[in-house]
């Protein structure tokens, strides 16, 4: 049954959208009908189906399980907003119980510790008041008040000699003698100093005096020995490389980059940290003049001297040869060298060769 009402000319467009709608026709395709076509889909005379008994009861049904929709899903969200607060206030009380705990434990431990130092302060007093008798020497060059000998004293249940500091030359060392009224200790060598007139004073002054010369003598003359076996190593390791003298002793000619008339070949180096996104980064870092040379020979043998000997790092040769692989030397196709290392963590040290007149315009 029908409350009345067919499809006829003179509805509007929506009109017949919602009919076409309500007959099952997709609304994505009617989005894109005029109204001759959906007229023409329709059927004109028809009846319409919005305006039937069922159309209705099919809406009343629709809004009553769109309200219970609605309802249930405001009961869930009313459900999880308690278990929420449940939660909440069940973390509540476990942080505060953490809190008390915490606390607890806390003045349990201040007090064990308040109860230990007071137990060392007794012990240490009751130390002190058994080894008063012991101070018996009088040396009023040293110390105003009477001292005990060192190795007779006992210290937080150690003996003192094991954990004393000698108060005149302030040197971890054992003590000879102790005050223990003013916590005072002092060294064998002090004491015999103290107790020493002016003459003898100057004289082991001089003494020291001249023992440190020869110690600091001993101490060049070492350095020196060092430095002499340092450099036949290194002259030794330069033959067994066969580098040439020239390679590492450079020429004024060699040194000024226009000293070979802008013929011959540059060697250059740089070093500084890549763009690792960890260290700061200002762009590829600078790279320097070392030396030019007329042949690329000597100025190949010279980059390899100046990567495994000058590096940046200040590696022996024989640590750099352990840091470096075959990988990181690189030859061009003009037979040009190029050595590249970057060790964990550090700048990327670089020796290159290339022709002088490239020099000046390399990034």
Not at 21 to 41: P, S, Y
Not at 43 to 48: E, L, Q, W
Not at 126 to 149: C, G, I, M, N
Request: hydrophobic share 30%.
């Amino acid at each position: 049954p029908t409350k009345g009402g067919t499809v006829v000319k003179s509805m509007k467009v929506g009109e017949l959208k919602e009919e076409a709608v309500a007959r099952g026709m997709d609304f994505k395709v009617l989005a894109k009908m005029n109204k001759d076509t959906l007229l023409e889909n329709l059927c004109v005379g028809s009846a319409r189906l919005t305006k039937t008994d069922a159309w209705q009861e099919i809406l009343s049904l629709r809004a009553e399980y769109q309200s219970q929709r609605e309802d249930a899903a405001e009961k869930k969200r009313v459900a999880q907003e308690a278990e929420w607060q449940r939660q909440e206030e069940e973390r509540r009380r476990l942080e505060e119980r953490r809190e008390k705990e915490w606390q607890r434990q806390e003045e349990l431990r201040r007090k064990q510790e308040a109860e230990r130092r007071e137990k060392m302060i007794k012990v240490r007093a009751d130390e002190k008041a058994s080894q008063e008798v012991k101070h018996t020497h009088s040396f009023p060059k040293v110390h105003p008040k009477k001292l005990a000998k060192s190795c007779e004293l006992i210290l937080h249940g150690r003996p003192r000699t094991q954990h004393s500091t000698c108060d005149v030359c302030r040197c971890y060392t054992t003590p000879l003698y102790t005050c223990e009224e003013d916590d005072f200790d002092i060294c064998g060598d002090c004491f015999r100093v103290k107790n020493m007139t002016e003459k003898e004073k100057a004289a082991e002054a001089k003494r020291r005096a001249k023992q440190a010369k020869r110690a600091a003598e001993r101490a060049a003359k070492m350095r020196e020995e060092e430095e002499k076996a340092e450099k036949e190593r290194q002259k030794k390791l330069l033959r067994e490389y066969n580098f040439k003298p020239h390679i590492y002793n450079l020429s004024k000619k060699n040194l000024d980059p226009k000293g070979n008339g802008s013929k011959g070949w540059t060697v250059w180096c740089s070093d500084g940290y890549g763009n690792d996104g960890w260290h700061s980064y200002e762009g590829p870092p600078t790279k320097h003049f070392d030396s030019t040379f007329a042949t690329k020979e000597d100025a190949n043998a010279r980059a390899r001297y100046l990567f495994y000997w000058k590096n940046s790092y200040g590696f022996r040769v024989e640590e750099m040869y352990n840091h470096c692989q075959e990988d990181d030397k690189r030859v061009t196709g003009e037979g040009l060298v190029e050595y590249t290392v970057h060790p964990d963590d550090s700048t990327i040290w670089t020796v290159a060769v290339v022709p002088d007149s490239a020099f000046p315009y390399l990034d």
